[in-house]
């Protein structure tokens, strides 16, 4: 990966970690499955415009109907699953919880991708898992069996999103522009995402105010129109588990964002922490490739 990849993982994954902080800061005034909802749909505008800018015809027949309902169905039960999960747990563990998606990618990858990684490259995704860990802190007294349930919701959902990013590797979506790959995912997760609303019985119990929707655009405007296309075109070019091991640095930006804007403490451990996921994640993105296939050059429609 080069210094650009680098760069913008790195963008993505401190904005992921606010994102968890914004649902969050929303649910009293927007529920949580109707919170994924708008975020979906406002998404969805963003994709269209942005590929109507880019000339992107979303509505081509290029073989990829299939493989696009499979992933959008994903999707969406992922963000019900995610979304649900953090009416009943905290977001810090929420955000532990759902990055167990890179090791069920890693594992995917030299399943069905002919990916592998080395003994040194594995060592750092577990130094980077226990740095994570670190940070976080240990459990809460309060962890009742709620947050338990809460905690097992979001990873399940982690596991679906490693689903997703592998369906996406390994089918004709991997050759479709981005802005085609997202919109299956977010078009088809919106009726998903209402119908799941619906049954759980949300409804607006007040007008939310600005801030509500100022949370709600972050959420649709730029982690789902911006940057999970920045995320999909990364992954139809970059190795998918080398990308997933990136995504341990989104706990602590959680960690910083809640220290921030929840007045959570920072402790020395923390600090800590940040040096064995540095450490894990240079350990994973050394020089030389793993055994197996090497990284897939990137096309046009992927940069």
Known sequence: MNATAVALMVMLCLSWGFNQITVKLALPDIPPLMQATIRSV??????????WA????LLARDG???????????????????????????ASRAVVFLYIAPFVVALGSKRFLGEELNRLQWGGLALSFVGVALAIGVPQPSVDGKVIMGDMLVMVGGILWAVTTLVVKA??????????????????SIPILAIGALISGE????????????????????VVGTTFLIWVSMIKSYSASKLSSFTFMT???????????????LTWAFLGAALLVMAGLYL?????????NPLIPATENDT
């Open 54 to 57: 880019r000339g992107v015809p």
């Open 251 to 265: 706990p602590l930006f959680g960690v910083i964002g809640g220290y921030f804007v929840l007045h959570d403490a």
């Open 203 to 222: 409804s607006f119990t007040h007008m939310p105010g600005p801030g509500a929707w100022a949370l709600m655009a972050y959420q649709a405007i730029w």
């Open 64 to 90: 990829t109907l299939k493989a696009g309902l499979l992933a959008g169905t994903i999707f969406g039960l992922e963000f019900i699953l995610i979304y649900r999960g953090l009416v009943y747990t905290t």
């Open 284 to 292: 994973v993105n050394r020089p030389g490739e793993p055994a197996g």
């Open 42 to 51: 406002g998404g969805l505008i963003v994709l269209i415009a942005v590929a």
């Open 171 to 188: 089918s004709s979506l991997l050759h479709a522009p981005a802005e085609k790959t997202l919109a299956y995912q977010v078009a088809v």
